[in-house]
């Protein structure tokens, strides 16, 4: 659920959002204290929750804390049916944003409240690929994790042929393997993923999510440099503070010797200044979940509660915890 909050703030022009790779320095189990991060992450406020499910029904916390002075700007508790776990989701971005005083175009609204499916297992499904895929560049495991992570997203589409965002997250897991890990750089690995991107172009032609896909497509798969480009400054419309974007525009640059042109693009949304918003990192890793997002000078986060997490793990919780990103690989290694 942490994840698709932040990823419908993220498509609110208002609100700005930085790479996770800001947070990789908090990569430990050890308890941290949240002023101190807040304050080196040049974040004002902090969001935090918990979300626990008994049966069919689920309670979801959530909180805006002034990370400064421990004040409570804002909390509310949703205890409703399982099936209204979406509708959760974007009543409490909304709330996010509007307590940050950010405004919403009827276009950011109507992203904001669709459901990114209606089958609750086949969203389980893509939301465990995404943590396998989000760590994989990192994990001693990367290609069973990845490998792992296409069974779960093949499985998802099959139990909802229409689950876009499940083809778009399929079609870079087979890049990964493609391009970047190199465990299975074959026409056949390259003609899945393009499968997986006309998929969601059949599905939504127009959607800024579709142009990502089909330039990480362009430029993991056939190199096409200026092709991902023209393609990445159409889904910057819908996406003007998604990370992937200003990433995947740094390594191309760089790719074409604008080296610093490139390193911009790649650190336009991964600085720690105040006008920013930082999303999560896995807890897979033991990260502290922690998110920050913001309007002008104005920052929230986001954490998912430790005591929540370790009942979850007991089987007594249910918390989607996975992350914004589908995950920041170094740029493919040069034939």
């Known amino acids: ?60 916390n959530a909180q805006l804390v002034d990370a400064r002075t421990d004040a409570h700007l804002w909390a509310q508790t949703y205890d409703r049916d399982l099936a209204d776990v979406f509708a959760i989701q974007s009543e409490i971005a909304k709330a996010i944003a509007d307590q940050l005083q950010a405004k919403l175009s009827p276009n950011e609204k109507k992203a904001i409240e669709q459901p990114p499916t209606t089958d609750l297992a086949a969203f389980d499904l893509y939301s465990r690929a995404k943590s396998l895929l989000l760590t994989a560049g990192f994990s001693a495991t990367g290609d069973p994790d990845r490998r792992k992570a296409i069974e779960l997203l093949d499985e998802a589409v099959k139990r909802d042929p229409s689950f876009f965002d499940a083809y778009c997250q399929l079609a870079y897991a087979h890049e990964q393997l493609y391009a970047v890990s190199g465990f299975d750089h074959t026409p056949a690995r390259l003609a899945l993923a393009e499968a997986a991107v006309q998929a969601a172009t059949r599905l939504r032609p127009d959607a800024a999510e579709t ?89 929230a986060g986001s954490r998912v509660s430790d005591r ?8 007594q919780s249910w918390t989607i915890e996975h992350l914004l990103e589908s995950g920041h690989p170094a740029a493919p290694p040069d034939d």
């Open 1 to 60: 659920m942490q994840d698709e909050i932040l990823t419908d703030l993220a498509k609110i022009a208002d609100l700005k959002v930085i790479s996770r790779t800001s947070v990789l320095q908090y990569k430990s189990g050890v308890a941290r204290n949240l002023r101190e991060i807040a304050q080196q992450l040049g974040v004002a406020n902090v969001v935090e929750g918990s979300v626990q499910r008994s049966g069919n029904r689920v309670r979801v």
């Open 211 to 299: 142009h990502l896909a089909r330039a990480q497509y362009l430029y993991y798969g056939l190199r096409d440099y200026a092709g991902a480009l023209a393609e990445l400054e159409i889904a910057r419309r819908a996406l003007p503070n998604d990370p992937r974007l200003f990433e995947l525009t740094g390594y191309i640059l760089r790719r074409r010797g604008q080296q610093e042109e490139g390193l911009q693009q790649s650190g336009a949304r991964g600085g720690a200044g105040p006008a920013q918003l930082l999303y999560s990192a896995t807890d897979r890793a033991q990260l502290p979940n922690i998110g920050a997002l913001c309007r002008g000078n104005r920052c």
């Open 308 to 315: 929540a997490r370790q009942r979850r793990n007991a089987g």
